[in-house]
């Protein structure tokens, strides 16, 4: 079988300004024309969308201007060679999602975001892709009491079903993180995302998106969770990212941290052939630092890129035969040093 021929997307929000909870930005921000103009020079071929930053200010237009934005931007992506990888409805920042979305207790803002994420459905649509991708933000709480688990996961059924009711050919990717900005999720595991999805009226367009960091901050090996989704057939996107440890979301650049683990999650998507059908791409969700200075301010990407393919050179010269070998005859000790010896050499 021929050698995949990687391919990669960021989304608008990887090239941030700085802020975190402490402190202001750090750069001054850039608006859409420079970032899509950053993509394009550094050789990435899509990108991904929240439904806002497709159509921004969403909550104050209009369908029918909506509509009209959403077309001019797909008409100028086309005109670009850009794919559109994904839409996500952003259901995080809007005021009746205080308390979550699908699972807040208040039967409105649960209506609010499921139309929400209908109208992201037919933005995806006109931007031509059939993903769209749900980071379940802020479905959990901070106090465990303030709400019912067990009915949680029937309105995120509940959520789902109208969405895949909506849209015959739609795909839903589960995007899990265990905490951040909530204290306990509810789907916070890709084994989570996948589960809830055979409750589903649909489970064959209900699969997940892989961040390499949330499987850390779950305490788990983002290469085995790839392996696993991929076991399924359900790994429909992919965000490539580092983690130092059990601290908040870090998004660091691929491999900064861990080269060890990231070399493992390339293995892995070698192995499954994760980039081979059309519409799969590799994207990392990373940030720069915020002491990033503005001219530096694609390193993050690029960096991540460049150690990605290392790393597919990495996976591709590994020694299996003699790892085999190794493999055969227990000897985990000197497997163990192979692969640190081929990553330094
Ligand atoms: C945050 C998530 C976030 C999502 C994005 C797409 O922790 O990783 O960046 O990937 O909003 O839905
Ligand atoms: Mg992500």
Redesign the pocket.
Known sequence: MPATKYRFCF?P?NISPGQDPYGPPTRVDRDFDWKLAQLKKHGFEAM?F?DDDAVPDIDSKSWPQIQKEAKALKKRLDGEGIAIEMV?P?LWFAPETIDGGYTSNDPKHRRYAIERSKQSIDIANILGTDLL???L?REGTYIREAKNGRRAIDQLVEAFDAMLAHDKKIRLAI?P?PN?PMDHAYLPTIGHALAAAHLTRDPKRVGC?I?S??AILAGLDPADEIDFACAFGKLWSL?LNDQNGLKY?Q?RPFGCTNLRSAFDQVRAVERNGYGKRAGEFVCF?VHPFRTTKEEHWMAHLTNSRQTFLRLVEKARSFDEKTAAALIKDRDYQALDQLVIEHLLG
Request: aromatic content about 10%.
């Open positions: 989304g929000w991904m929240h996500a952003r991708v749900l980071w933000a995007e993180k951040e998106v961040e960091a949330h965000h979301d998004d969700d």
